[in-house]
């Protein structure tokens, strides 16, 4: 069984800065891609950014220059750091990744963290 369990959400200002953490546990030889998406009251989950295990990183419009992705691949583990925060910022925030089992490749999804920014 593969779990992703994010921290690091919560309540700041506009302007503010919070890092996202999301920890992949199991039985897992590898990880692959990995990335957050997030999804706002009434709209579309949308992606945020994502990177591969080589750490080519990908970003949404919306967020370049403002948000960084990161990973330690020792720790199964991806990071958010996001600055300059707007309320427009304001949704649940899910890890995604690609873990690489014994059985092949498989999606997992974390069960989000919120983030809320006020003006």
């Known amino acids: 069984q593969v779990h992703l369990v994010e921290s690091g959400g919560g309540l700041v200002q506009a302007g503010g800065s919070l890092r996202l953490s999301c920890a992949a546990s199991g039985v897992i030889n590898s990880m692959n891609a990995m990335g957050w998406y997030r999804q706002g009251l009434g709209k579309q989950r949308e992606l945020v950014a994502d990177i591969t295990t080589g750490g080519t990183t990908k970003y949404a419009e919306f967020v370049k220059g403002r948000f960084t992705i990161s990973r330690d691949n020792a720790k199964k583990t991806v990071y958010l750091q996001m600055n300059s925060l707007k309320p427009e910022d304001t949704a649940v925030y899910y890890c995604?990744?690609?873990?690489?089992?014994?059985?092949?490749?498989?999606?997992?999804w974390g069960q989000g963290t919120p983030v809320t920014v006020s003006v």
């Open positions: 995604h990744a690609v873990c690489h089992l014994w059985t092949g490749n498989y999606d997992y």
